[in-house]
């Protein structure tokens, strides 16, 4: 098995670790965003929620745009549900959807990626022409996706197993351009 996630079997069974970096070193080479700046807002409305981290978005776009730097800070969203079926849930795709457009997004802003609804297809997330700023999904993103310029996280979804999380989080902890900006808050996660 090679995972970026290894974890042990039992005693005698372990992942095929090829090579092991700490954080430190990823730090050292300007890989991963330092810090992580988490801000739990358990029991708040979703709207009041959503309203903030729009302006969280828009506060780290202008400040990329000041920089001089072309990045668009995108918001990975982990929701609860993401079936249409499940569209009138309060943590579904299709209800932050609404309320997000509620809140002045534009629908060519949002993405969701599911198995039902693939939105994303093969759009790079990095290129600063795609319009694409917040996409929504459970666990689709969990592995194998790779998206420099995820700033926010937003964890809606009710997730028991720590591997998960991890997951989720190193969505957003790869750092774009492997060089930290002068403006520290252009090489921090946020998670909400």
Avoid: H
Wanted: hydrophobic share 35%; with cysteine.
């Amino acid at each position: 098995e090679l995972t970026a996630t290894p974890k042990d079997y039992d005693n005698n069974n372990k992942p095929n670790i090829i090579y092991s970096a700490s954080g430190t070193d990823l730090i050292n080479e300007s890989l991963i965003k330092n810090p992580i700046k988490y801000e739990a807002k358990e029991g708040q409305d979703l709207e009041d929620l959503l309203e903030g981290v729009i302006d969280l978005q828009q506060s780290l776009q202008l400040r990329f745009s000041n920089s001089i730097s072309t990045v668009v800070p995108r918001v990975l969203i982990s929701t609860e549900f993401t079936s249409r079926s499940k569209d009138s849930r309060i943590y579904s795709a299709g209800n932050v959807k609404k309320i997000l457009k509620k809140l002045g997004i534009n629908s060519d802003e949002i993405i969701i990626k599911s198995s039902e609804r693939d939105e994303l297809g093969n759009r790079d997330l990095d290129n600063p022409g795609d319009t694409a700023k917040y996409i929504l999904t459970k666990t689709a993103l969990m592995e194998g996706w790779d998206c420099k310029s995820v700033y926010v996280l937003v964890l809606l979804n009710k997730i028991s197993a720590p591997v998960t999380n991890f997951q989720i989080i190193g969505r957003g902890l790869r750092q774009p351009r492997r060089k930290y900006f002068p403006d520290k808050s252009l090489n921090t996660l946020y998670i909400v």
